[in-house]
Structures are given as C-alpha cells and as structure tokens.
C-alpha cells in the first residue's frame, strides 16, 4: 500500500481512509476497469453494423484500452493469487464474453456462442499477457502504441474473423 500511495501522490493514511486494505483496492480497480473497457467496446463495436468491421474494431478499442493502461492491466494479471481477487478477475472475462457472444453471427446454439465468447477472450488476453511481457520497461511515443494496438487488432481480429465464419453447429 505504501508503494500505491507513493505512486498516487497521497500518504497511505489517505489510502486507507478510502480502501480497507490492499485486497479492497484491486477489487475496485477490477470494477473500474472492467467498467471502463467494456464502454470502449461498446462504442467501439456499436460504431459497426458489418461483423467483420464489429470484430476488428471490438479488438482495436481492447487493444488501444490495454496499451493506454498498462499499469492497470498489469497490476491486475500481477494479482496476488486470492480467491476474491480471482472471481473479480473472472468478472472482468465474463464481461467481456456476455460482450461478445451476441457479435457472433452464426446458427449455433447461446451455450456454443458463449464457449466461443470466451475463446475469444482467452486469445486476446493471451495476446495482452505477450504484449506486456515483450514491452515491459520499453518506453513507446504515442504514435508507437497507436501503430502496436493496431497492428495486433489486426493480427487477432483476422485470426477471430477467419475462425468465426467456419462455426457451425455442433452435435
């Protein structure tokens, strides 16, 4: 806690004052950021009618979302390892599937569609974790993340959109 309220610019009483402890702190970062990211989708993918133009721009606003806030994402996959904090961090999965699986355009059953709402999610979380790990200490301009967020929308949403059309019904 003393690290955080160093790097928020208050002392840690004031901390405490506003968070019980540091379990209640990642709790509410785990709300306001999954909160905050499944806005950008939203918008992101409501700006589209054509799926294909809905899973790009889905990926695109997730990835820009993770770039822009790195100490947050980070500091949620870096999570000490608490029950608690783990269901809010499945929250966060959650979110974003039931987000997902109404984009899926396919003549499957909902409990198919959302299997493969989580897949989704698993792919590009997958690909943040990398994203992370790669260009942890790297200093990019803004330019840089915009071209990176991009480039891995790209990358993914093609890998998602090649994927998705082939679905059929199964069983």
Do not use: C
């Amino acid at each position: 806690m003393e690290d955080i309220a160093t790097a928020a610019g208050v002392t840690k009483p004031l901390l405490y004052q506003h968070f019980a402890s540091k379990r209640a702190l990642y709790l509410e970062l785990i709300d306001d950021v999954t909160a905050r990211l499944i806005d950008e989708l939203s918008r992101a993918a409501g700006s589209e009618t054509v799926f294909r133009k809905q899973v790009h721009a889905g990926m695109l606003a997730y990835f820009r979302f993770t770039i822009e806030n790195q100490s947050a994402v980070r500091m949620l996959y870096d999570a000490p390892h608490d029950e608690e904090l783990a269901r809010g961090l499945r929250s966060i999965q959650d979110a974003i599937a039931d987000f997902v699986s109404p984009l899926i355009e396919a003549d499957i059953d909902e409990e198919h569609r959302r299997t493969l709402a989580i897949g989704v999610v698993g792919m590009t979380e997958g690909v943040t974790r990398h994203w992370l790990r790669q260009r942890h200490g790297t200093a990019l301009g803004p330019d840089e993340l915009e071209k990176e967020a991009m480039v891995l929308a790209e990358q993914v949403s093609d890998l998602a959109w090649s994927g998705l059309r082939g679905v059929r019904r199964v069983g």
